[in-house]
Structures are given as C-alpha cells and as structure tokens.
C-alpha cells in the first residue's frame, strides 16, 4: 500500500507560481498530478515514470507546469508558473506499481488533495 502526502497548495493571484509536493512511501513505477475543480471531472495535469524520468502534460499546462521527483525519487513536485483562474482546483497526486496500469493510465494509490486557488 503506498501512501501520498501532498503539500503545497494555497492561493496565488493570477501570473503567480506555486509548487506542490509528494512524498511516497513505498515503491511505484509511475506518478502523476491529477486535479478536479467543482462540477469538473478530474484531469491528468502531468505524469511521470519513476525510473526513467519520462513526462508528459495535458495540452492546458504544457509550457507552465513542470512535473520532477527528487533525486532519491521519493518526493513528487508540481512546479506550477503564470497561474491562471481556470488552474483552481484540488490537486491530487497519485501513484501506481504496474506497468500495464501506468500504461492503461490506472493509478491505484491517491493523495488527500491540496487545493490550488488562483484568483484574476
């Protein structure tokens, strides 16, 4: 069982930057950062394979958001810049252990969330 604990999050004016973190307590082949804001269905912002250092990005962060793990690979990050209104949500890491889940993008183990509040 791998237990996530985000931290990080709060409230930024628009243009802003915050970073949130991760860490993990046991193994895990993929990480990601995933975010819900009211009425929304959850989205995958960013995600990353533990052992290669390979990411990728939703099209809505590409270029500002920028997903890393510590160099002992146990703390997830989520550097965020030029925060917009519409990046308000409750973020969420989430991990898996399997290769065909981080390939069918099925993430077993979450986070309690931090919420991200970027007013205009």
């Known amino acids: 069982q791998v237990q996530l604990v985000e931290s990080g999050g709060g409230s930024v004016q628009a243009g802003g930057s915050l970073r949130l973190s991760c860490s993990r307590s046991e193994y895990a082949v993929c990480m990601g950062w995933f975010r819900q804001a009211p009425g929304k269905e959850r989205e995958e912002v960013a995600s990353i394979y533990v052992a290669s250092d390979r990411t990728s990005y939703a099209d809505s962060v590409k270029g500002r958001f920028t997903i890393s793990q510590d160099r002992v690979k146990t703390t997830l990050y989520l550097q965020m810049n030029i925060l917009k209104p519409e990046d308000t949500a409750m973020y969420y890491c989430?991990?898996?252990?399997?290769?065909?889940?981080?390939?069918?993008?099925?993430?077993?183990?979450w986070g309690q969330g931090t919420q991200v509040t970027v007013s205009s």
């Open positions: 989430a991990a898996a252990q399997d290769f065909s889940q981080c390939t069918r993008r099925r993430f077993d183990y």
